[in-house]
């Protein structure tokens, strides 16, 4: 009894089934090789990562911002001149406020500033004062090391300080207004002083005073008085004298 002859497929048929293979071979591969490498997990990491742009996370420091208030209204002062310096006053305190709001930032880049790299000076405009003149005071700032740092110049950490021996007459923190944080970048070398001086009515201080018109005046008569100040924590390195006449 003769059978029917098997019917041998084309090469074709071979050749689609060979590739058919090796495509199913490469799929196992290819499998295999993203459950091991994971790579979408780096390609997340670097969409969540925020942008940073600038030489630095916070603002460089050009001055320092001034406190607010911390004078009353001696009798005898009122008049048509003081109320003027009074309005070129408040425009000047709200520029400055303007000016000293610190930007949200990320964190700092620098490390905070030491105490030992940073000097703190305390200015007056002059080393004598007339009567009816007042004396214009500052802070100047210096960081003497080798490496940028982030310090707090806020006015919540600036103090100044007039004594006479050993009375106290006049702290501008007895009746300050709305202190507050300012973190900036010091660059190394730096020095920045107060954007503009905080002015001493010549009037003593005190925190049940504030805003009263009769606060004892210091004595003039070429009197001798020593200014003190702080910032961030660090004091001067020396007092600086001034007379009152």
């Known amino acids: 009894m003769s059978g029917t002859p098997r019917r ?3 090469p074709a048929v071979y050749r689609r089934r060979r590739l058919l293979f ?24 670097e969409t969540d990562a925020p942008t940073v742009t600038g030489p630095s996370l916070l603002d460089v420091a ?14 005898g002062q009122a008049g048509d001149g003081d ?17 000293a709001t610190p930007s949200p930032v990320a964190e700092p880049v620098a490390e905070p500033c ?10 007056a ?10 004396p214009q005071l500052s802070i100047r700032l210096t960081n003497d090391g080798v490496d940028d740092c982030v310090i707090n110049v806020g006015t919540t950490t600036q103090v100044f300080t007039i004594t006479s021996g050993e009375d106290t007459w006049w702290r501008s923190t007895d009746c300050q207004d709305d202190p507050s944080d300012m973190f900036v970048t010091l660059a190394a070398g730096q ?7 905080l002015e001493w009515d010549r009037t003593r201080s005190s925190v049940d005073s504030c805003g009263r018109g009769d606060r004892a005046r210091a004595p003039g008569s070429g009197s001798t008085y020593w ?12 007092a600086i004298s001034f007379q009152l006449y």
Do not use: F, M
């Open 8 to 10: 041998r497929h084309s």
């Open 22 to 45: 090796v495509v199913v071979l490469l799929a196992i591969v290819l499998g295999i090789w993203l459950l091991i490498a994971q790579p979408w997990r780096g390609a997340a990491a």
């Open 62 to 75: 050009t001055s320092l911002p001034i406190p607010q208030g911390g004078t009353g209204t001696a009798e």
């Open 83 to 99: 109320a003027d310096d009074e309005a070129d006053n408040g425009e000047t305190g709200a520029a400055t406020d303007a000016e």
């Open 114 to 123: 030491a105490a030992r790299d940073i000097t703190v000076e305390a200015v």
């Open 125 to 134: 405009d002059k080393g004598a004062y007339p009567t009816g003149e007042n």
């Open 191 to 197: 020095s920045v002083e107060s954007a503009e001086p």
């Open 227 to 238: 200014l003190e100040v702080e910032i961030a924590g660090i004091p001067a390195i020396e």
